[in-house]
């Protein structure tokens, strides 16, 4: 196999949740770059037809799926689609995840007063969604004794963050569950069944992007923060993570299993001075 060829993933279906978020949906596009057919899967069917069009206009092929990834019943509704429509399912990237303003400390917002409701949201959705994929469509990479899972984690797993205690809490829980995950399905099911995560450093989206930046673009305090611990000096580019994600993907990385990988400018090696 050529180097070329190592990073193909021709004749492959993957699975993209939170795949019309900013960052899964350049994932999703560098999947369909590299040959796979990608479902598109999310809650909101509009911004899923706009991502798959749009790969699909670009000369890859892709479609909606909708469905709420807490939701165990409606994974499953999704994958008889998806198995329907492709017929198998080589690879799944779990990126439906993020944060809640409720859930977010701040000076008149203590922990002790976070609710309820926003704690539970939080971490549903980032650990109960990564989980419940894993085990919906994981359960069709049992049967086939082949696959491949990404999970996203982030660098509040490495060193956690101020005023996400919850996020922070998820996002670990990720981390370890993927360790533990590699382990469990090349052990009880196939070796050729991989696990493995990547952990995104700061790149903005539209939750973060006050947090971050100020109304003209210029950088807030914690953005000010995060950019002076990050040797790159720079906050990521979705296109950042696309390289990492068909690497892993791919057959480049047949021999990796139970790793997360940093895509961070330097942020989880720098240690302040």
């Known amino acids: 196999m050529t180097i070329n060829e190592l990073f193909r993933l021709d004749g492959q279906v993957a699975v993209v949740t939170g795949g019309s978020g900013v960052l899964c949906s350049a994932m999703a596009v560098a999947l369909a ?12 069917l509009p911004k899923l037809e706009q991502v798959a069009g749009d790969i699909n206009h670009s ?13 165990r019943k409606a994974l499953e509704t999704a ?3 998806v198995l329907a429509q492709s017929g198998r399912i080589d690879i799944l990237i779990n ?3 993020g944060n809640h303003p409720s859930a977010t400390t701040a000076a008149d917002r203590p922990l002790f007063d976070l609710p309820e409701e926003a704690l539970r949201f939080v971490f549903d959705l980032n650990c109960l969604g990564t989980i419940l994929p894993c085990q919906v469509f994981g359960q069709a990479m049992a049967g086939e004794q082949a696959g491949c899972i990404i999970n996203i984690s982030s660098m509040a797993a490495y060193k956690p963050l101020t005023r996400v205690p919850i996020y922070a809490a998820a996002k ?14 090349a052990q009880e099911y196939s070796p050729h069944i991989r696990v493995n995560a990547v952990a995104p450093g700061f790149f903005v989206g539209e939750q973060n992007r006050r947090l971050l ?5 210029s950088l807030t305090p914690r953005g ?11 906050f990521g580019d979705p296109e950042d993570l696309a390289g990492a ?4 993907a791919s057959p480049a990385s047949k021999f990796v299993t139970g790793v997360v990988v940093p895509v961070d400018g330097g942020f989880s090696a720098f240690g302040g001075v």
């Open 79 to 81: 994958r008889q689609q």
């Open 95 to 97: 990126g439906a995840g």
């Open 224 to 234: 000010q923060s995060i950019i002076n611990h990050t040797p790159m000096g720079r």
């Open 245 to 248: 994600v068909v690497w892993l």
């Open 172 to 185: 670990s829980a990720i981390t370890n569950f993927t360790f533990w995950l590699a382990t469990h399905m």
């Open 33 to 44: 770059q590299a040959g796979a057919t990608v479902a598109v899967l999310g809650r909101t």
């Open 213 to 217: 930046l100020n109304e003209d673009d």
């Open 59 to 71: 000369g890859g092929r892709a479609y909606p799926v909708q469905a709420d990834v807490t939701s």
